[in-house]
């Protein structure tokens, strides 16, 4: 398996633009996951996903930002209108479970909003 | 609310030197512990983990961790950093079927 894809992994936008993010899970994981990492606030969990169906998404900074699953081997994150403080890496992860299962993680895709 | 503390954000050794970094959390009973690795410029892969059994676990890379369960610690540790560990160090929990919840990281430099 190829693991977690993300793309783009270089994102540079202006401000007020929509900013789409991709991720393929690895075949065959129920979960997947949005993280966000900032120098300021470390590795916040956006959201995450079971079976395609969102479960928590109480990381989600406001409504700028939407997240979804439509089939078991793709989601996107949006963010509509984009901020300069949604500058990040956003990572995608997947995993076989919630408990006691290794989280994958995708190589990330790096934002700037200008 | 339930967290991870990582108390040292930036650590510098030399090589040869012995590494402990402080993992402490604040869940009661039963939890599932996690140390991620990321190198420069790389996605977070997993170095170890522990769920039940020897509280002393053994990762890759000569990495081992130890669950102390009264202290509500698990600290990571190497004998002798070498230059290719240069990284950031995560700890990571979760409980049940919750999800798992990251520290802040610590950068470590090793310098040659």
């Known amino acids: 398996d190829a693991g977690v894809i993300q793309s783009p992994r270089h994102e540079v936008t202006e401000m007020g633009q929509e900013v789409t993010l991709r991720c393929k899970p690895i075949s065959g994981h129920d979960y997947l996951f949005w993280y966000r990492q900032t120098m300021m606030r470390g590795l916040e969990l956006l959201i995450y996903?079971?079976?395609?169906?969102?479960?928590?998404d109480s990381g989600m900074p406001e409504d700028r930002f939407s997240a979804k699953m439509p089939n078991a081997s793709f989601s996107t994150l949006k963010i509509q209108p984009s901020e300069p403080r949604d500058s990040a890496v956003y990572f995608c992860?997947?995993?076989?479970?919630?408990?006691?299962?290794?989280?994958?993680f995708g190589p990330g895709t790096r934002l700037t909003v200008l | 609310a339930q967290s991870v503390s990582q108390h040292n954000h930036h650590v510098i050794l030399s090589e040869a030197a012995s590494l402990e970094l402080g993992c402490n959390y604040s869940?009661?009973?039963?939890?599932?512990l996690f140390w991620y690795v990321q190198y420069p410029g790389q996605h977070l892969q997993l170095l170890l983990k522990y769920f039940s059994g020897d509280p002393l676990v053994k990762g890759i890379k000569g990495f081992e961790a130890e669950f102390i369960k009264s202290k509500f610690s698990f600290n990571l540790r190497k004998p002798s950093v070498q230059w290719s560990d240069t990284a950031e160090y995560f700890c990571a929990v979760n409980q049940g079927f919750q999800k798992l919840v990251f520290g802040t990281g610590t950068r470590l430099l090793v310098s040659p």
């Open positions: 992860a997947s995993s076989l479970g919630i408990s006691d299962n290794e989280q994958f």
């Open positions: 869940y009661g009973g039963t939890v599932n």
């Open positions: 996903f079971n079976n395609n169906v969102p479960i928590d």
